[in-house]
């Protein structure tokens, strides 16, 4: 889970995934930004495709998506996270 070691530009488009190898289904997906839950908003959505991959995508990239993503799945065992940081140039 990654955005990549480059520093993106404003209005740049961003996209992130998040998968689980192992577990049990059914898993749930939360994003957040600095500890905050993310929410889907206009330009900026989170969508699960299938049972274990979740996306993030940011239609135009803006100083206010800047910082520490991360990425937690559960289900009825528990939960894991991986974060990754978006720099952005601005």
Same mark, same amino acid.
């Given at each position: 889970?990654?955005?990549?070691?480059?520093?993106?530009? /404003?209005?740049?488009?961003?996209?992130?995934?998040?998968?689980?190898?192992?577990?049990?289904?059914?898993?749930?997906?939360?994003?957040?930004?600095? =500890?905050?839950?993310?929410?889907? /908003?206009?330009?900026?959505?989170?969508?699960?495709? =299938?049972?274990?991959?979740?996306?993030?995508?940011?239609?135009?990239?803006?100083?206010?998506?800047?910082?520490?993503?991360?990425?937690?799945?559960?289900?009825?065992?528990?939960?894991?996270?991986?974060?990754?940081?978006?720099?952005?140039?601005?």
């Amino acid at each position: 889970m990654s955005f990549g070691n480059e520093i993106v530009n /404003e209005g740049d488009y961003g996209m992130i995934t998040c998968s689980i190898i192992r577990g049990d289904p059914p898993f749930s997906f939360t994003w957040s930004l600095h =500890g905050d839950v993310i929410h889907t /908003e206009p330009g900026l959505n989170t969508n699960q495709i =299938g049972g274990r991959v979740s996306m993030l995508t940011i239609d135009s990239i803006g100083h206010r998506h800047s910082g520490q993503y991360t990425c937690t799945v559960s289900n009825q065992a528990g939960q894991s996270s991986k974060s990754t940081e978006l720099k952005v140039n601005g």
